[in-house]
């Protein structure tokens, strides 16, 4: 059973646009998410993480977006770039083990020039 | 170049012939572990070690085993593979914790077991 939920599975955006992609987690304990990024052929690559203690973070274009009474966290990226194509994880870890890892099951997002 | 490598980086196998996937960082990384990669399942965390002589289970450890003999070393072992462990496995390794720590990738393995 997949502990945290990934949506879409896909994404087209156009070039400019938003992309958004959503997490949802039951697991209370989970106290650490960040998200992925991965491309073609290459290993995944830490792109933002955030904790509990705020609501959102901002990195550059990338936001992530955090409701903790929801369980629910999601990364928007702003004015998305073909450069930005890629498959993105989201990822939880529970504060009685930040060593363990649950990820989302992946969104492959294209962005159309 | 720091950097985490995995070798073979591709293995087509038969099922129960035994072999090993070994991973090596050289960033004197305490925190290793190894997650399996599979369509519509995301990554699943097979083991992890948080240092020399130091391994526990993540998600997923049925049918794997790992040492950790030196530090910059954290080989995933399949004793008797069988067609379900067909994935792409990563290695990532951080410093201490990995939540305070980026967690790097190797570059990948991607396994087959006919």
């Known amino acids: 059973q997949q502990q945290v939920k990934q949506s879409p599975q896909s994404l087209i955006v156009q070039k400019g646009g938003i992309s958004i992609i959503n997490c949802a987690y039951e697991?209370?304990?989970?106290?650490?998410f960040p998200w992925y990024q991965q491309f073609p052929g290459k290993g995944p690559a830490l792109l933002i993480a955030?904790?509990?203690?705020?609501s959102e973070k901002k990195e550059g274009r990338f936001t992530i977006s955090f409701n903790k009474s929801a369980k629910q966290f999601s990364l928007h990226i702003m004015d998305s770039q073909p450069g930005d194509s890629a498959t993105y994880f989201c990822?939880?870890?529970?504060?009685?083990?930040?060593?363990?890892?649950?990820f989302g099951s992946g969104t492959k997002l294209n962005v159309k020039p | 170049e720091a950097q985490v490598t995995q070798n073979p980086r591709y293995l087509i196998t038969v099922t129960g012939k035994k072999l090993t996937v070994t991973c090596s960082q050289n960033?004197?990384?305490?925190?290793m572990s190894w997650y399996r990669q599979d369509p519509g399942l995301g990554l699943r965390q097979i083991y992890y070690?948080?240092?020399?002589?130091?391994?526990d289970k993540g998600d997923v450890p049925e049918g794997y085993k790992v040492s950790r003999k030196e530090k910059r070393n954290f080989p995933l072992i399949l004793e008797s593979p069988s067609p379900n462990q067909t994935s792409l496995y990563f290695c990532?390794?951080?410093?201490?914790?990995?939540?305070?720590?980026?967690?790097?990738f190797g570059p990948g393995t991607r396994l087959t077991v006919l």
């Open positions: 990822a939880a870890a529970p504060s009685n083990n930040f060593n363990k890892f649950y």
């Open positions: 070690s948080m240092n020399v002589e130091v391994t």
């Open positions: 697991n209370t304990a989970f106290d650490y």
């Open positions: 960033m004197n990384h305490e925190y």
């Open positions: 990532a390794s951080s410093l201490m914790s990995p939540i305070y720590n980026e967690q790097f």
């Open positions: 955030i904790r509990p203690d705020v």
